[in-house]
């Protein structure tokens, strides 16, 4: 396996998992509908994945695709669900259809699906479609669940997402603002750990893969139920409460910081737990995460204190 489409490589995660992979060798072919910022020799596409006609002929020479393009955001994408349905499910199905035209495997970038606001719900809806392809047209998939993913480049004003919001509060010395009681768990892990995973997910794609041959459940509303227990999932297997990541955040950078509790947003649920179950993903890899919180802390920090301007204005 050498050549491998990365579809959102100008992201955050794609980024990063398009720079590791030059680095161990692979030929990578970043296929986004813009152009990235951190890369130079990956080949790059700008192109849309809505546009059936360019993801068919991108993944026409390729020997994996990773899938990580498409919207994120709770709040963000409640008030304009379709577009969430649009590009995580419709430019999903591109992907899965130009993939199964050239029997290309996929490796499917989802979430816990938690909540009820449409970036859940469409990557809920493209678990299942993922599945249905595996029944109906033999399409060669996996789906990795990744948890509270964490690191340098995650873009703060993109959409509101926890890690680099807190540092810029917090290196601004602005309020560190969290919704609800600070209750709710994440499981967080670095974004060079998951580079490295997908990797070990390449090396053992066969293991990886949906099978149909998992044993059908007789209760009639879980036909399928096998079919679940077969996403893995990614994160570092250990919960953090919001008010214990923040704590640590501000110990890492050093500085006087105040908390203000604000509601809710939208699309969220107070209190939730998250904690990946990672079992299975060593059974198949034996894979194991090993950048420590405080590591990806130090580093994540150090990426934010020394772009804040760029960050700040939004070129980065
Ligand atoms: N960041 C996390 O904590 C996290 C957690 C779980 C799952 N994920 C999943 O991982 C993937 C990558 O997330 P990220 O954090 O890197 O997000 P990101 O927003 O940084 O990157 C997504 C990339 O997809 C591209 N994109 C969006 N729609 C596109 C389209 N129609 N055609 C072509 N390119 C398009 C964007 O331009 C962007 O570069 C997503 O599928 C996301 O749902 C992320």
Redesign the pocket.
């Known amino acids: 396996m050498k050549r491998i489409l990365i579809?959102?490589g100008?992201?955050?995660?794609?980024s990063h998992v398009a720079d590791y992979l030059l680095t161990r060798g692979y030929e990578v072919v970043i296929?986004?509908?813009?152009s990235p910022v951190f890369l130079s020799e990956a080949e790059i596409v700008v192109?849309?994945?809505?546009n059936k006609e360019a993801i068919k002929q991108a993944i026409s020479n390729v020997d994996c695709v990773i899938h990580?393009?498409?919207?994120?955001g709770t709040h963000e994408t409640v008030v304009a669900p379709t577009v969430s349905i649009k590009?995580n499910v419709i430019?999903t199905l591109n992907v899965l259809d130009a993939a199964i035209k050239y029997d290309v495997p996929v490796i499917c970038?989802?979430?816990p699906n938690v909540w009820l606001n449409p970036y859940s719900i469409s990557?809920d809806c493209m678990e299942k479609f993922c599945f249905m392809y595996v029944y109906e047209h033999g399409l060669k998939v996996s789906i990795l669940k990744?948890?509270?993913?964490?690191g340098s480049r995650?873009?703060y004003n993109?959409v509101q997402?926890a890690i680099p919001t807190w540092i810029v509060q917090m290196l601004t010395g602005n309020k560190v603002e969290i919704f609800g009681s600070g209750s709710a768990t994440m499981d967080l892990v670095h974004v060079h750990d998951v580079s490295v995973c997908i990797e070990g997910m390449m090396d053992n794609l066969e293991e990886c893969l949906v099978t149909t041959s998992q044993p059908i459940s007789d209760d009639v509303y879980s036909t399928f139920s096998g079919l679940n227990e077969q996403i893995l999932e990614l994160g570092c297997g250990e919960e953090i409460s919001v008010l214990d990541a923040v704590m640590k955040l501000g110990l890492t950078i050093g500085k006087e910081y105040s908390v203000s509790h604000l509601p809710m947003r939208r699309g969220e649920v107070d209190g939730t737990r998250l904690c990946a179950n990672l079992n299975r993903l060593h059974y198949l890899t034996n894979f194991r995460p090993s950048v420590s919180l405080a590591d990806g802390f130090e580093n994540t920090v150090l990426y934010y204190r020394e772009n804040l301007d760029a960050i700040l204005k939004g070129s980065l």
């Open positions: 579809t959102g100008s992201g955050f995660i794609g296929f986004d509908r813009v192109a849309d994945i809505l990580a393009a498409g919207v994120l590009e430019g970038l989802s979430k990557k990744l948890f509270n993913v964490y995650q873009k993109h997402k």
